[in-house]
């Protein structure tokens, strides 16, 4: 299974932006990467997902690199509810199934 | 906006009984899978479905484990004889049909917590 690689926490304060990066070094040519999180208490959710270019949704933008090494979530403006823990998941065309790591916990301060 | 329901959010039960834990997926999704979640532990991946049988399943999925769709609307996750371990929140997804796996969308309920006593 394709392995990602991502901080165990970050902090952020309210209404700035956010950088959750990722790393993906084995990724293969066909792989999506995708982000879900998972609020306290809660199932895990869809954020976003990209191939090769960046991609912006209502909730987030994906900054992929270059080679596809490594990829960034980027929330615009923080704010409390986005205290989640952030999985960042490769996903092959063989299978749907989702591998999920420990994520970064991301914290956000009033 | 469509979400997956689960029932129930709690179930408690007796080491050795058998539960079945319910979810009605999105209506046109065709994917249907479980997770499961060991109290601060990540989140497994246990069996996928589609087009009434099962498509993938990992090794936590064992032979006390069955799935079933057995109505147009409902998902089953079945344990038959559950152990201690098997203590943990199980999810439901479900996604459409799309031409890439990799591009799946899978959306989760909220979660089944599974207490064995």
């Known amino acids: 299974d394709a392995k990602t690689t991502q901080p165990n926490s970050m902090e952020s304060n309210e209404e700035e932006p956010v950088h959750l990066p990722c790393n993906h070094s084995?990724?293969?040519?066909?792989?999506?990467i995708h982000w879900y999180r998972q609020l306290p208490s809660q199932g895990p959710e869809y954020v976003i997902h990209?191939?090769?270019s960046n991609v912006n949704n209502r909730m987030a933008s994906l900054a992929i690199a270059e080679d596809r090494k490594s990829s960034t979530l980027i929330l615009h403006r923080a704010t409390l509810r986005d205290a989640a823990v952030y999985y960042c998941?490769?996903?092959?065309?063989?299978?749907?199934?989702?591998?999920f790591g420990q994520g970064t916990t991301l914290q956000v301060k009033p | 906006e469509p979400e997956v329901t689960q029932t129930p959010s709690h179930q408690v039960t007796q080491m050795g009984q058998e539960v079945i834990l319910r979810c009605v997926p999105i209506?046109?999704?065709?994917?249907f899978y479980w997770y499961r979640q060991i109290l601060g532990q990540k989140v497994e991946f246990l069996v996928s479905?589609?087009?009434?049988?099962?498509?993938?399943k990992s090794e936590i999925f064992d032979d006390q484990f069955s799935v079933e769709r057995p109505d147009g609307s409902n998902f089953t996750l079945k344990i038959r004889s559950t152990k201690l371990e098997d203590s943990a929140m199980y999810f439901c997804?479900?996604?459409?049909?799309?031409?890439?796996?990799?591009?799946?969308?899978?959306?989760f309920g909220a979660g089944t917590r599974l207490s064995v006593l």
């Open positions: 479905f589609y087009n009434n049988e099962i498509s993938e």
């Open positions: 209506s046109n999704h065709l994917y």
């Open positions: 998941i490769l996903s092959q065309d063989n299978t749907g199934k989702l591998i």
């Open positions: 997804a479900s996604s459409e049909l799309r031409v890439s796996l990799a591009k799946n969308i899978q959306y």
């Open positions: 990209g191939l090769t």
């Open positions: 084995t990724i293969s040519g066909t792989d999506y």
